[in-house]
């Protein structure tokens, strides 16, 4: 029997697939080769109008067999219920095996309220899929604050839905960051390029569904909603970053960090710890629940180094923990692991730069 | 107005661990998930905008008789009434399940105007529970709460964090919440908090409490998602802890910026 995926395509308020929908397309070619005749749909839900049309869908969207766009007024602005109804419809008529959305605030939200109106599972940030032949798609990802891998299975229901974390699977393109994969992944990787050159000329079929009839009178929708700006400001870290940590004894002790880092021209950063006391905002989180950074050198001080935390380090970073607990997790990933107090190494720093003789 | 705040006791972060065999979580007490202390502390600040007396919070948890301490705890905070789903019917339950024995708690309940989440929980991580929560009761959910604003007649409006723009919603009840810790700075217990709580009682819910009776719709057996498998993530050491004086590790990281940078 045919087997098919179906992927939640999003597009960027800039124009544009968000990078983890090429992903998870990317993703979904590769594991079509271990289950042959695998379909592959993609669902998108938009405005009245803002879905130009099959001129507008980028190269990006190549490799798949179809696209379904499911267009109302009600879609204007996100709304997670209404949504999950429409990718309901969608999944109604095309009975994929998967269902698979990006680890956005969107993703996130769709994913799992799709899952309950179908009663089937959602497993959320992914970061790794397998799947058989029987359309059984293996379903991995950090657990218990990323210190293990747990892999999980849907086995009775369907589809088997999963929201994938950002970053991690490359695009047919090769877009993705390939260089912090381990070695079987560059193979795969490899074998991406193959199919992408394959498929590269299919263009997929447009299947347009006028969706306002689903949520007409829903009484899960919100009746007001608008736009109120942007998002917080990109921030990015660049090649230096300063990371704090749950040794930091108190709000007040950051800004004997912040003063390092202004000098020093480094970002300043932190574990989950020190976003869930509120002293620094989840923008400037390293981690799982974060973000993940690639500067060229990470100072960390007071971080245990949990695997929630490892998880949002890419490869080639040079770090420097500094940490009185000497095994502490962190303390084993370091290039240089500093077993000592961070407020003495902090002060003796502080004393430096003021000296000017640093840097 | 009735407030339904969902809190989890989770492990203290770093202070996880997991059972290999079972590839499940061995629970020995914990704190209450620090991202539903900031759903706490929201409830608390709608109540105090609206006028306090009118709007009642129940905190409801589910998890072993120890997470009674957590309702305590939310009681010594503010909140109205406690309540605990609890039994071993309910062992194993993963995102569905679990939000549909809270979905049943909220029933048994008589509903609520506005049910508040965490964002996400520091040991299941998902983030998925409110959303499906909203869909079993087919009402609306708004999630990654970054504001919560009450004007002066009552309205209510939360703004989310999507991707790359922010939108409100006017709150239409019922509904979900599921906030972020911007939304709302937590809440400290009182001392006449504590008092109170001390002398307070928390209510327990079994399967036989609920309208859906059937202890196959609960835990383990419903739930749509299995854990295959539990692998242990290990990492290498690169290098020998370093021990040397505080001035000679500035040296260090100094000499390190300038290779770096």
Known sequence: MKKSILIYLQFSVFGGLLPVCSELIGEALRLKKAAKNTRIYGVIIAGNGTFGGSEKLSEELNGLDAVYVYEGAEFQIFDALPYAVAVKACVEELRPDVFLAGGTPEGRAVAPATAAFLKTGATADCTAFEMNGDGELLQIRPAFGGQTLAEIVTPMSRPQIATARAGVFATVFGGADLTRRSEIRREEADAFAAVSEKTGVKRPIVVRRRADAVTANAECKFLEKRIIGGAEEEFSEGDAVIAVGGGLRGKEDLEIFRNISEKFGAALMCSRMITERGWLPRSRQIGLSGRTVSPRLLIAFGISGSAEFLSGIKKNVHIIAVNNNPDAPVMRIADEAIAGDMYAVAAALAAKIENGRSV | ?261
Not at chain 2, 40 to 57: H, M, Q, T, V
Not at chain 2, 189 to 211: H, M, P, R
């Open chain 2, 1 to 261: 107005m009735k407030i339904i705040v969902c809190i989890k006791q989770v492990p203290l972060i770093g202070y996880m661990a997991v059972d290999e065999k079972s590839g499940t979580l061995i629970r020995s007490g914990g704190v209450m998930n620090p991202c539903d202390s900031h759903a706490l502390a929201a409830a608390l600040f709608i109540k105090n905008r609206l006028g306090g007396s009118d709007a009642e919070i129940t905190a409801l948890s589910m998890g072993a008789p120890a997470a009674a301490n957590i309702l305590k705890e939310a009681l010594a905070i503010g909140a109205d009434k406690g309540v605990l789903i609890s039994g071993g019917e309910f062992r194993g339950s993963d995102v569905y399940a679990t939000a549909y024995a809270l979905a049943q708690a909220v029933g048994r309940l008589g509903g609520a105007d506005l049910i508040l989440c965490g964002r996400q929980t520091a040991d299941g991580d998902t983030g998925q529970v409110p959303f499906s929560l909203a869909a079993q009761l087919g009402i609306p959910v708004v999630g990654w709460v970054k504001k919560i604003e009450v004007k002066p007649d009552g309205r209510l409006y939360f703004t989310q964090e999507l991707s790359g723009v922010s939108a409100e919603v006017k709150a239409r009840f019922p509904m979900v919440a599921a906030v972020s810790e911007q939304a709302a700075p937590r809440a400290a217990a009182s001392l006449k908090g504590f008092l109170k709580a001390a002398e307070s009682k928390i209510s327990v819910f079994g399967v036989s409490d609920f309208s859906d009776a059937s202890a196959e719709h609960y835990g383990f057996v419903a739930s749509p998602t299995k854990v295959k498998k539990i692998r242990a993530l290990i990492y290498g050491a690169k290098s020998a802890p370093i021990v040397e004086p505080p001035e000679k590790s500035a040296e260090r990281i100094a000499a390190a910026v300038k290779k770096f940078l």
